[in-house]
């Protein structure tokens, strides 16, 4: 079995799927951090590879960027695939004074300005969130790795267009105390939750949206890392 966007056969996926939106972030994942990596999909060049982590079997696949580009790949990975968990690993921008830059988000709920949710056809608004199981393993692992203190949980907002960002707007979500702005998170919960499946978003402050800040290539190469062992222990656990 294939699909229009993955080539990979039933069981070529682990149970546990990583998924940073860059393909060549999943490539270095795999080669760096996972044992007897293979490439298991490359259509539209979204590499996805099966490896083992200490012994664990994990996946990791791009999602590209945004909504209707994670929830393909999300939608697929588990309903097609028989994919348990999607952990997204990625880069966020602030907007609360409490997070720094460098530290580490997880979209506890994500709330959203894209009209994805329209496609369930509720007579209300569907509460985007991670699932519990998983994000107690995540803050197991990120106390085992000392990385709570700089860990936060709380909202984000999956925002639909990166250009669209202003300050002004910026400032309405952190008045309802959302902790960042990234852009996938919302899709992957929605699809994980009409699945009955594990999702959550970790991210990592990549620029500071209040401040200015940003990050070099170097340090986000070095947070991205720390970010990619908490995903990596937390799938561990799963
Ligand atoms: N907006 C959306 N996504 C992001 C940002 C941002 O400011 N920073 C990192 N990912």
Redesign the pocket.
């Known amino acids: 079995m294939a699909t229009p966007h993955n080539s990979a056969k039933k069981g070529d996926f682990a149970k546990t799927v990583l998924m940073p939106g860059d393909p060549l972030r999943a490539k270095y994942i795999a080669e760096n951090f996972l044992d007897n990596a293979r490439l298991v999909n490359n259509v539209r060049g979204i590499q996805g590879y099966t490896g083992t982590y200490k012994g664990t079997p994990v996946s990791v696949m791009a999602s590209g960027m945004g909504m209707p580009s994670i929830g393909i790949y999300a939608y697929e990975l588990f309903n097609f695939y028989d994919v348990e968990n999607i952990i997204r690993v990625?880069?966020?921008?602030a907007i609360n004074e409490g997070v720094k830059i460098r530290d580490i988000v997880i979209g506890l709920g994500a709330s959203t300005t894209s009209r994805f949710q329209h496609q369930f056809d509720l007579n209300g608004y569907f509460s985007a969130t991670c699932t519990y199981e998983i994000l107690k393993k995540t803050m197991e692992a990120a106390a085992e790795l000392g990385l709570e203190s700089k860990t936060h949980v709380g909202g984000i907002l999956s925002?639909d267009a990166?250009y669209g960002?202003t300050d002004e707007l910026n400032k309405k979500w952190a008045d309802m105390n959302v902790l960042?702005?990234?852009?996938e998170a919302a899709a992957l919960y929605m699809y994980a939750a009409q699945a009955k499946k594990n999702a959550i978003a970790i991210?990592t402050v990549?620029?500071h949206?209040l401040t200015g800040e940003s990050t070099s290539s170097e340090e986000r190469e070095k947070t991205f890392d720390e970010m990619l062992i908490l995903a990596l222990e937390t799938a561990k656990k799963l």
């Open positions: 990625g880069s966020t921008g925002s990166f960002e960042s702005i990234e852009m991210c990549s620029d949206l």
